[in-house]
């Protein structure tokens, strides 16, 4: 599967986004999708997952303030942004892999990866 994310941009501080993943080559069903970010000098680091049944995961620093959700008809992943702080400034990444892990959390258990859009927080 190709995943393409897009939605980032500049916003200032207590604004808000919505990120987009779109698939391609297989539909969004056959796969857990979730997103990561990294900022620069930093690690990849785990920001929100939604399984099938549609339980979500998120980090705690953005819990309360970001919301996945998934569109089948639409094969769309999307992150919503809300309240957002000049350290959610990262590039953020969408992500997929065949089944769920208790392992979410870590970015070495993620088989695809999108290229990635750039959020900018300014305070």
């Known amino acids: 599967v190709q995943l393409q994310a897009f939605g980032g941009g500049l916003v200032q501080a207590g604004g808000s986004l919505r990120l987009s993943c779109a698939a391609s080559?297989?539909?969004?069903?056959?796969?857990?999708p979730g997103w990561f970010r990294q900022a620069p000098g930093k690690e990849r680091e785990f920001v929100a997952a939604?399984?099938?049944?549609?339980?979500?995961y998120y980090a705690d620093s953005v819990k309360g303030r970001f919301t996945i959700s998934r569109d089948h008809a639409k094969n769309t992943v999307y992150l919503q942004m809300n309240s957002l702080k000049p350290e959610d400034t990262a590039l953020y990444f969408c992500?997929?892999?065949?089944?769920?892990?208790?392992?979410?959390?870590?970015?070495?258990?993620?088989?695809?990866w999108g290229q990635g859009t750039q959020v900018t927080v300014s305070s």
């Open positions: 992500v997929a892999r065949t089944f769920w892990t208790v392992q979410y959390y870590s970015d070495t258990q993620w088989t695809y």
């Open positions: 080559g297989r539909t969004f069903s056959d796969y857990t």
């Open positions: 939604i399984r099938e049944n549609r339980r979500t």
